[in-house]
């Protein structure tokens, strides 16, 4: 018998997916620049690049499927807009070096749609080719949140982490689905995903679980 949830309606509902280690660290240590997943936080990654429904996104030929490509496709599908923070759209902390920071995606992003990043910095909207807008929220998550719904209309939000931001949307139960896709490495330090919730922890129901090569994908809804 499947859990008591949510309504399974998926319209602006929050989602996000994420990738996790054995030992719970969604990025390695000492994220920087040159190491934005941190030390050694690549290899969380290593079932989700070879897939050609990664590689399609990102402008590239050919590719694999698997039992992991429905999870890749799930990552932004039916999604009208998108939510992240300031260390996944990157550029480095404190206030913005000017304009010339515009993401880790090149000059195409793969998300074609508004994207609200999360910042204490002020800092002009711009548009990228392919219909991808970053607009920078400096007034906390709820209002985010809020401007995102509004952008994606009758379409589904996607999450994009890290760590911080799914942590403040699980903790304030706003957090309507969550995919966790485990790989068997053992990171040792970084950023966990399920630190600083305390007594906000939210109940989560398991709906689903896939096995995969090198990877293990866990779907989760938020549970009544």
Known sequence: ?????????????LKLNITMSLDGYVAGPDQSLQHPLGIGGEQLHTWLAPLKAFREGHGADGGEVNASTPFAEDILAGAGATIMGRNMFGGGPGPWDGDSWQGWWGDDPPFHHPVFVLTHHPRASFEMDGGTTFHFVTDGIESALEQARVAAGDKGISLG????VAQQYLAAGLLDELVVSVVPILLGGGARLFDNLGDAAPRLA????????GVTHIRYVKAR
Not at 207 to 213: D, L, M, R, Y
């Open 161 to 164: 982490g890290g760590a911080s």
């Open 1 to 13: 018998m499947r859990p008591t949830t949510e309504a399974d309606d998926s319209m602006s509902k």
């Open 206 to 213: 398991q709906v689903e679980a896939v096995g995969a090569p």
